[in-house]
């Protein structure tokens, strides 16, 4: 099995970014060749705003701010499935015709409101470039087709393209 050059990949995440200054992603991990003894102290109750993101080989495909009333939500199945067919489906139509966000980047210049912040994280994805997402849905391309050359057995070294 080939996955042909011309195949479209889209990739997606959320996240929780926290008006504190901390972003929570459920995959996200802290890396260290020895225990650092690092505490990462955290606010208990700082407000959040839940942002999903999606880019694909034709760049950002947008920012979605899971809310209801303007008041941050549970994702959920039911929610996630809303968000694909009355904002992702739309987008896609929309693009059809014209065919690892940083947080210190959004915290830079520290927001003090959830609108703000929602502001701060709409203007860093914009700065995204398009070449950007090409190269990374390529070098993803290439992954997968180690991972099907492979049978799904583990890859010694994945050297990601430059």
Not at 58 to 66: E, H, K, P, Q
Not at 118 to 124: D, F, G
Request: proline fraction near 3%; aromatic fraction near 12%.
């Amino acid at each position: 099995m080939r996955i042909l050059p011309t195949s479209t990949f889209f990739c997606s995440d959320e996240a929780h970014f926290h008006l504190s200054g901390t972003v929570n992603k459920q995959n996200f991990r802290y890396w260290t060749a020895s225990n650092s003894q690092q505490l990462h102290e955290r606010p208990l109750h700082s407000p959040t705003v839940t942002v999903w993101c999606d880019i694909s080989q034709f760049g950002v495909i947008g920012l979605y701010f899971f809310e209801d009333e303007n008041r941050v939500v549970t994702v959920t199945s039911a929610r996630y499935v809303v968000m694909l067919y009355t904002y992702l489906q739309h987008r896609l139509e929309e693009m059809a015709g014209d065919h690892d966000l940083e947080d210190d980047k959004v915290f830079r210049h520290r927001p003090h409101t959830i609108e703000d912040l929602k502001q701060k994280i709409t203007e860093e994805v914009e700065t995204i470039p398009d070449e950007t997402c090409r190269k990374s849905c390529e070098s993803f391309r290439d992954c997968l087709q180690q991972c099907i050359d492979a049978d799904g057995r583990y890859l010694g070294d994945i050297i990601f393209k430059q």
